[in-house]
């Protein structure tokens, strides 16, 4: 599966107030996109659940 990487900027201290890692802000992210793009019908719901697109974008995610 080919994979496009994204840059995101934050507040610095957004992972303080949130008491998570930033891998785990990473799988926040990355779950709450497939769950808008199902929600909004651009991802069918096979690929929406599929734990290989998801971890494929915390790697695209990551810099």
Not at 28 to 45: G, H
């Amino acid at each position: 599966m080919n994979t496009q990487s994204i840059s995101v900027n934050f507040p610095a201290d957004i992972l303080l107030a949130l008491n998570e890692t930033e891998n785990e802000l990473r799988q926040r992210i990355c779950f709450a996109l497939a769950v808008q793009l199902y929600k909004t019908q651009k991802l069918p719901l096979s690929s929406a659940i599929n734990p290989m697109l998801i971890s494929s974008n915390l790697y695209a995610l990551q810099s």
